[in-house]
């Protein structure tokens, strides 16, 4: 007879293992299921990871050329790309590794196949069923692939292809503009590739704070990326050595490669959520705040419940999943939950934009403070870019953070503050009365924070209050 597990993951991407290590701390039992060969998911495998190696690549290259101004020659760099994928790949395989040691040093059984739902509590892998008290669901997502575009995995690819290409491009075309095509048009751009990026919406990065999308967008053209917003893919040809890509403005794009990046989407029938009646809303897995599904005892994370589509989002509702399952009551605080997207320069933010503030009609200050005026940030060639705090000015949000926008050098690291703020509740004035070592990116941080009540020392700004 199998066991009975205090509690069955199905699924070992970064919501999966996070809810499943956690869930053993707490002296849980727990099953960890997992289809694929290697434990870490997309995130690992085909995502966060891959995608920040080319990335590291890609601002070696950058600081080179920075690195001309003030007079370091290194002359024009050759790309090994053989060498860089193998590069990768040798850190996938080291992270992976890692995840595997740490499931086992956690005592927790790793059920190799595909899980899926037969009932409250019980999950069919192969010819056998396993039954838990509490279920969590991690299975991820999947890339959309519309039927114009001829997936081949060679010369049309998605991002789960994009990482197992061996040899560099001349020429790539990325149809979307969100964080995945913007990262790797930053990537292949800086690696000598020609790139073109089409974005069917007016504008990329919709989500992001307008005026750190017009500087990024600005910083990539001058290196060479093309824009084609407003602009819809009509139609693919594949020929022997090229692709045509047919827009509904312009001419025709003649390319090596096209990355089709537009956005992901979750397999429910194949989970077996239907015969359960786990509702379903907008094509995802809905959940309470504690994570739970409509079925009790049920809970699931990550790209399933698409409120993030971040690693770090699933891996903190698979521990406030398992907090709950353990009978510790917790809810997630999407407010606290940093974005980055990571191209050179990064931009990062937490909680909400300027936009969204406006048309809640929410009375705010903005405090601004700029890259040029650090003087860390001067002496690395890195003056591109501004720290952003929004903070409320009446009533229970008075002094408190509203969001935050950083865009430059770093960005990723100096949100990491702002989000702590946040998620605590604390007031602005806690992030003004901060000592930031000097000199320091933080500083921005600071002033940023500083400037909201017109007291930013190294600014010219509004009168203090």
Same mark, same amino acid.
């Given at each position: 007879?199998?066991?009975?597990?205090?509690?069955?993951?199905?699924?070992?991407?970064?919501?999966?293992?996070?809810?499943?290590?956690?869930?053993?701390?707490?002296?849980?039992?727990?099953?960890?299921?997992?289809?694929?060969?290697?434990?870490?998911?997309?995130?690992?495998?085909?995502?966060?990871?891959?995608?920040?190696?080319?990335?590291?690549?890609?601002?070696?290259?950058?600081?080179?050329?920075?690195?001309?101004?003030?007079?370091?020659?290194?002359?024009?760099?050759?790309?090994?790309?053989?060498?860089?994928?193998?590069?990768?790949?040798?850190?996938?395989?080291?992270?992976?590794?890692?995840?595997?040691?740490?499931?086992?040093?956690?005592?927790?059984?790793?059920?190799?196949?595909?899980?899926?739902?037969?009932?409250?509590?019980?999950?069919?892998?192969?010819?056998?069923?396993?039954?838990?008290?509490?279920?969590?669901?991690?299975?991820?997502?999947?890339?959309?692939?519309?039927?114009?575009?001829?997936?081949?995995?060679?010369?049309?690819?998605?991002?789960?292809?994009?990482?197992?290409?061996?040899?560099?491009?001349?020429?790539?075309?990325?149809?979307?503009?969100?964080?995945?095509?913007?990262?790797?048009?930053?990537?292949?751009?800086?690696?000598?590739?020609?790139?073109?990026?089409?974005?069917?919406?007016?504008?990329?990065?919709?989500?992001?704070?307008?005026?750190?999308?017009?500087?990024?967008?600005?910083?990539?053209?001058?290196?060479?990326?093309?824009?084609?917003?407003?602009?819809?893919?009509?139609?693919?040809?594949?020929?022997?050595?090229?692709?045509?890509?047919?827009?509904?403005?312009?001419?025709?794009?003649?390319?090596?490669?096209?990355?089709?990046?537009?956005?992901?989407?979750?397999?429910?029938?194949?989970?077996?959520?239907?015969?359960?009646?786990?509702?379903?809303?907008?094509?995802?897995?809905?959940?309470?705040?504690?994570?739970?599904?409509?079925? $009790? *005892?049920?809970?699931?994370?990550?790209? &399933?419940?698409? #409120?993030?589509?971040? @690693? +770090?989002? /699933?891996?903190?509702?698979? =521990?406030?999943?398992?907090?709950?399952?353990?009978?510790?009551?917790?809810?997630?605080?999407?407010?606290?939950?940093?974005?980055?997207?990571?191209?050179?320069?990064?931009?990062?933010?937490?909680?909400?934009?300027?936009?969204?503030?406006?048309?809640?009609?929410?009375?705010?200050?903005?405090?601004?403070?700029?890259?040029?005026?650090?003087?860390?940030?001067?002496?690395?060639?890195?003056?591109?870019?501004?720290?952003?705090?929004?903070?409320?000015? $009446? *009533?229970?949000?008075?002094?408190?953070? &509203?969001?935050? #926008?950083?865009?430059? @050098? +770093?960005? /990723?690291?100096?949100?990491? =503050?702002?989000?702590?703020?946040?998620?605590?509740?604390?007031?602005?004035?806690?992030?003004?009365?901060?000592?930031?070592?000097?000199?320091?990116?933080?500083?921005?941080?600071?002033?940023?924070?500083?400037?909201?009540?017109?007291?930013?020392?190294?600014?010219?700004?509004?009168?203090?209050?």
């Amino acid at each position: 007879m199998a066991a009975v597990f205090d509690l069955i993951v199905i699924g070992g991407g970064p919501g999966g293992y996070v809810a499943a290590i956690r869930a053993a701390q707490l002296d849980l039992s727990v099953a960890l299921i997992e289809k694929s060969e290697t434990l870490g998911g997309t995130c690992l495998h085909r995502g966060c990871i891959p995608s920040k190696a080319y990335l590291a690549a890609a601002e070696m290259v950058e600081i080179a050329k920075k690195a001309e101004k003030v007079g370091i020659h290194f002359g024009n760099p050759k790309i090994d790309f053989p060498k860089l994928v193998a590069s990768k790949d040798e850190k996938v395989k080291k992270l992976s590794q890692g995840i595997s040691e740490l499931v086992k040093a956690n005592k927790i059984t790793l059920i190799r196949g595909e899980g899926v739902l037969e009932g409250p509590g019980k999950v069919k892998v192969g010819n056998q069923t396993h039954q838990g008290r509490f279920v969590l669901l991690a299975t991820g997502s999947e890339p959309v692939k519309p039927a114009l575009f001829p997936f081949d995995g060679k010369s049309v690819l998605t991002t789960d292809e994009l990482f197992s290409m061996k040899d560099l491009p001349q020429r790539l075309l990325i149809v979307g503009g969100g964080v995945s095509g913007c990262e790797m048009a930053c990537a292949f751009n800086l690696l000598g590739v020609q790139v073109t990026l089409v974005e069917l919406q007016p504008t990329i990065l919709p989500n992001e704070e307008k005026m750190a999308v017009k500087g990024l967008r600005s910083v990539l053209e001058k290196r060479g990326v093309i824009f084609k917003t407003g602009i819809s893919v009509t139609g693919v040809k594949q020929e022997s050595n090229a692709v045509t890509v047919n827009l509904s403005e312009g001419d025709p794009v003649v390319v090596d490669k096209v990355l089709v990046a537009i956005g992901r989407r979750v397999d429910s029938k194949a989970l077996g959520l239907d015969s359960l009646g786990i509702q379903m809303e907008k094509g995802y897995v809905k959940t309470n705040l504690s994570m739970e599904t409509s079925v $009790e *005892g049920i809970y699931a994370v990550g790209d &399933l419940v698409g #409120t993030t589509l971040l @690693a +770090h989002g /699933a891996m903190a509702e698979g =521990e406030c999943a398992v907090e709950n399952i353990a009978g510790t009551p917790a809810e997630m605080d999407y407010a606290a939950v940093p974005r980055v997207v990571y191209t050179l320069p990064e931009i990062a933010s937490v909680g909400f934009r300027e936009e969204e503030i406006k048309n809640k009609q929410v009375p705010y200050k903005a405090g601004r403070f700029s890259y040029r005026a650090s003087g860390k940030a001067l002496c690395h060639e890195d003056e591109e870019g501004f720290a952003q705090i929004l903070a409320g000015t $009446e *009533g229970e949000n008075k002094d408190k953070i &509203l969001g935050a #926008t950083i865009f430059g @050098a +770093h960005a /990723a690291d100096l949100i990491q =503050e702002v989000t702590l703020v946040c998620r605590h509740h604390l007031s602005v004035q806690s992030l003004m009365e901060t000592i930031h070592a000097h000199p320091s990116l933080g500083e921005v941080v600071h002033e940023a924070a500083l400037d909201t009540q017109g007291r930013a020392i190294h600014k010219v700004g509004r009168k203090p209050h």
